[in-house]
């Protein structure tokens, strides 16, 4: 359960509390403190390959903090650091408890087969966001407006233009070049289940919308990729 509440979480916004900019799966965190308590206690029988993992997420967190004291003794009147640092720490948290709560689940094809349809529908859900941005309709700016790019009035002047092909949409990310980087990878995923004859509907559906999001943010390097 948790885990599909935070798959389904991705689709969601990113919410400001105090001036900062937070993924709505930051609120979900407590939830996983048992599973965090539980690798921690068998760190010692972890695969090499999370231990790894967890070590370049360590480096890129103490990279942030060095980086932020230097630059903060220099410029600043005092010492601060940027909320880059937590978020990594929060990828970190949700990336370990993803990975045991996976490890230690039900060892079915049904259960498989849940997560994945789950996992499929929330990049559904990632790559509508940028139609409903793309496309003429009422709600279009209201969805422009929840995903908001660095300077949102000049995303919501280029909804204006009359010729739909000069539309650049920024999607799901926030951001154009980001989009499409993500829309290349759930395609990828799309078209390896099509061949594979696995939750084909779902996968045709989904690449369809990526290929539509590659065309919306106009990024020649994501059809190139794809």
């Not at 941005?133 to 909804?159: D, I, K």
Request: hydrophobic share 55%; charged share 10%; with cysteine.
């Amino acid at each position: 359960m948790i885990l599909a509440i935070a798959i389904l979480s991705f689709v969601l916004p990113t919410i400001t509390i105090a001036h900062v900019s937070l993924p709505f799966i930051a609120l979900l965190t407590p939830l996983i403190i048992i599973p965090l308590i539980n690798v921690m206690i068998k760190f010692d029988k972890l695969p090499c390959i999370i231990k790894y993992v967890i070590f370049f997420f360590s480096l890129i967190i103490l990279n942030i903090i060095i980086s932020d004291l230097v630059n903060s003794f220099f410029e600043l009147p005092s010492l601060s650091l940027s909320f880059a640092f937590f978020q990594y720490l929060i990828k970190l948290c949700w990336f370990l408890a993803a990975f045991y709560l996976t490890y230690t689940a039900p060892q079915d094809n049904e259960y498989h087969e849940k997560i994945t349809k789950l996992f499929l529908l929330s990049l559904c859900g990632c790559m509508l966001i940028g139609c409903l941005e793309w496309f003429p309709w009422a709600g279009r700016e209201w969805v422009t407006s929840l995903y908001p790019f660095s300077r949102p009035e000049e995303q919501l002047s280029v909804l204006t233009r009359d010729i739909i092909s000069t539309i650049r949409i920024h999607g799901f990310a926030q951001h154009a070049n980001s989009t499409s980087g993500i829309a290349c990878f759930a395609g990828t995923i799309a078209f390896s289940f099509i061949m594979y004859q696995k939750c084909k509907t779902t996968s045709i559906v989904l690449f369809a919308l990526c290929f539509i999001n590659l065309f919306a943010t106009q990024a020649r390097s994501g059809f190139i990729a794809i």
